[in-house]
């Protein structure tokens, strides 16, 4: 199959036939605000997975206002290979859990390494200004998890860079 044409398939279908269909999805470094980066894969955009604390602040008949508030740091620079970008990362397929849209239950995650960045900070509840990239940090280098954005309550999806 040649990319932009179309593919006929042609046969005989039986009950139980299947057709598995592969296609090639390389990670995909893309530079955002301030030279972040921010991370895709196919189609869709990866956010750090986030530990996650909900607390109930009202009922509203079938609704309710909930605050929720990050258990985990967050406030993470990820490392990029400047001639590899691709190999900064890995791509761990798993069994999709029963709400695929869940940090638990998502069947893809990407794994990567990144650094702390301490000055980065919360301001009014919220991360604070996203520094500019690339970033020179150093310091203990952390295994990180990204999930797709649509899986992520709270979401960090544009990391400063700090290169390798």
């Known amino acids: ?3 932009g044409t179309f593919f006929t398939l042609t046969r005989e279908w039986r009950p139980g036939d299947t057709v598995l269909l592969r296609i090639a999805m390389p990670v995909i470094v893309s530079h955002g605000y301030r030279n972040s ?3 895709s ?8 997975a986030i530990g996650e604390k909900w607390k109930k602040l009202a009922d509203k008949g079938q ?5 929720v508030t990050p258990t985990t740091a967050w406030n993470y620079g990820l490392i990029i290979n400047q001639h590899d970008p691709q190999s900064s990362f890995f791509v761990e397929i798993r069994h ?23 000055d980065w900070k919360l301001v009014d509840n919220s991360a604070g200004p996203l520094p500019q990239s690339p970033l020179k940090a150093s310091g203990v280098q952390h295994d990180l998890t990204l999930i797709p954005y649509g899986a992520a ?3 960090i999806t544009e990391f400063p860079e700090i290169p390798k």
Not at 41 to 48: A, D
Not at 63 to 67: C, H, M, P, R, Y
Not at 100 to 110: A, C, I
């Open 96 to 118: 999709m859990g029963d709400q695929p849209f869940s940090p638990e239950g998502t069947p893809v995650e990407l794994k990567a390494k990144g650094i702390q960045i301490k």
């Open 1 to 3: 199959v040649q990319p």
């Open 41 to 48: 894969r196919g189609p869709l955009v990866y956010s750090l």
């Open 63 to 67: 609704t309710a206002d909930w605050e």
């Open 153 to 155: 309550k709270l979401r």
């Open 37 to 39: 980066v921010y991370v």
